[in-house]
């Protein structure tokens, strides 16, 4: 079974912080993906990786940065949290192959006071 | 630009009360329409990949169909553990990889 795990199911942190957000998927996936969900506007693409070190804005990639140095490892950091960023941030993974569907982390849900 | 509808927004059933959920999609070039389960404050579960039209595919009291527009997912006798938000997306050759999502159906299964 493929697992993604991501490093907090919940976190809370103060306006200004520095935040870190970790996947790791256990299936050698070349992509990983970064969304947040917010109630009544879905699921949001921040930030997308298709190999170690190469990333590609999503929809929504502004006040986020990613970095993946390892292939099993993708991970979101907010430089400087603000409470709109506040909501749920849902890691994926997919293969390379002929099928391009998507596994997801349980979810971190992010709270900036 | 790819777009995927959902409906209805919301859904209240008895147990064993029949009923499907509709994704509607307008894209060029489907790659593959994939439907998602997603249990509140849980990340969404993989359900089915549905490829081309008049495919179906079945899962307990789930059954996902396609045509060329839409997608149903017909739930058969649900029971009060079916209750869920269902998430339909779909890939596109010219989305590289990635899927438009729909804003999903939630799903309430009354015992």
């Known amino acids: 079974d493929v697992k993604v795990t991501q490093s907090s199911r919940y976190l809370v942190k103060r306006t200004g912080e520095k935040v870190f957000l970790e996947c790791v998927q256990d299936m050698d996936h070349e992509n990983m993906f970064w969304y947040r969900q917010d109630p009544g506007l879905g699921l949001r693409l921040i930030y997308f990786s298709y190999d170690v070190k190469m990333k590609e804005k999503g929809d929504i990639p502004e006040g986020y940065s990613v970095s993946r140095e390892k292939k099993e490892r993708f991970s979101l950091i907010l430089e400087s949290a603000s409470t709109n960023q506040t909501s749920m941030y849902l890691c994926?993974?997919?293969?390379?192959?002929?099928?391009?569907?998507?596994?997801f982390g349980p979810g971190t849900r992010l709270t900036v006071l | 630009e790819d777009q995927v509808t959902q409906s209805p927004e919301a859904l209240r059933l008895q147990e064993g009360e029949s009923s499907s959920l509709n994704c509607s999609y307008t894209?060029?070039?489907?790659?593959?329409l994939f439907w998602y389960r997603q249990d509140p404050g849980k990340g969404p579960e993989f359900l089915f990949t549905?490829?081309?039209a008049g495919e179906e595919k079945e899962k307990e009291r789930l059954k996902a169909t396609l045509t060329k527009k839409e997608s149903f997912l017909h739930i058969t006798a649900p029971k009060p553990e079916d209750s869920a938000t269902y998430l339909c997306a779909v890939g596109t050759s010219g989305s590289a990889r990635q899927l438009t999502f729909g804003s999903g159906t939630q799903l309430t299964v009354l015992p």
């Open positions: 549905l490829y081309s």
């Open positions: 894209v060029s070039g489907l790659r593959g």
């Open positions: 994926a993974s997919s293969y390379s192959g002929s099928t391009d569907t998507q596994y």
